[in-house]
């Protein structure tokens, strides 16, 4: 179990713009695979179109920038193939100021 101080450390680096870092944090990787899991390796917006498609990405559907509280919430995670990934990134970019596009989105 994740103990309140790591998650604080963890919450820091994405307020800080490290989101490297949380990505590679032991704790990240450990979550991403819960996520796998509950989803059975399958990308979930493919699966309500009828479709299946290996996940291969594990997606922040509160993002990261905007709910770092939720980042290491199990509910808020949505696993996706890379395709889906990128269009649900790309609607959300639209929506806004395009001022994070140079960045690490994922
Ligand atoms: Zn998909
Ligand atoms: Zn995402």
């Given at each position: 179990m994740i103990t309140k101080q790591r998650e604080q450390e963890l919450i820091t680096f994405i307020l800080n713009d490290e989101l490297m870092k949380f990505y590679k944090s032991k704790e990240w990787m450990q979550l991403r695979l819960k996520a796998l899991k509950r989803d059975n390796h399958e990308c979930q917006l493919c699966k309500a179109a009828g479709r299946y498609h290996k996940a291969e990405n594990v997606h922040h559907m509160k993002e990261v920038k905007t709910h770092p509280h939720l980042?290491?919430?199990?509910?808020n995670l949505q696993c996706l193939c890379i395709k889906c990934h990128n269009e649900v990134h790309d609607r959300l970019e639209s929506t806004r100021a395009p001022k994070f596009m140079n960045e690490e989105r994922w």
């Open positions: 980042s290491l919430t199990l509910s």
